[in-house]
């Protein structure tokens, strides 16, 4: 038994499942409209501004640190000592400040963000105890002193970076 080919409605009931088939996988384009998308690109630009304010802020903090270790490195006096930590303790404020307010898409990543910046924070914590030794003991050797101060100023620029 033979069958007829298809004529007429038929075929062009292929030629429409066929177009169908092959946007089957695309999705269908929504309209956006154009306020929608100078939004985001406002938000987009005030993020990066945002940013770099605040890279901005803590390079002059950094500056203000190294200064003072500078300060501290020829007068170990407990006067300075304090004016160091204060200096150290206020970076790491602006830093966990800073750190809260950012918007992640991904929660994830502001949790692993959050406990880098805290392991960063007991470091800190940890080689400021380790130069208030080293201040009392005014017989300690300058080259540990000198490290001790560039150990915290490594762990504050990972602080932001």
Do not use: W
């Amino acid at each position: 038994m033979r069958i007829p080919e298809a004529s007429g409605q038929f075929s062009d009931n292929k030629a429409q499942i066929g177009k169908a088939k092959r946007s089957a996988g695309k999705t269908h384009a929504t309209h956006i409209s154009r306020d929608t998308v100078n939004q985001a690109n406002f938000l987009k630009n005030l993020d990066e501004v945002t940013e770099e304010q605040i890279k901005k802020t803590f390079d002059e903090l950094i500056e203000d640190i190294d200064e003072q270790a500078k300060i501290l490195e020829k007068h170990r006096t407990f006067e300075e000592l304090e004016k160091y930590k204060k200096l150290v303790k206020s970076f790491m404020e602006q830093v966990i400040k800073k750190i809260y307010t950012v918007k992640v898409s991904d929660s994830s990543k502001i949790m692993i963000k959050r406990k880098k910046i805290y392991y960063l924070v007991e470091q800190v914590d940890k080689h400021l105890e380790d130069l208030t030794k080293q201040v009392l003991d005014k017989q300690s050797e300058t080259i540990q002193f000198l490290a001790t101060l560039e150990k915290i100023k490594g762990l504050l620029v990972d602080m932001y970076s």
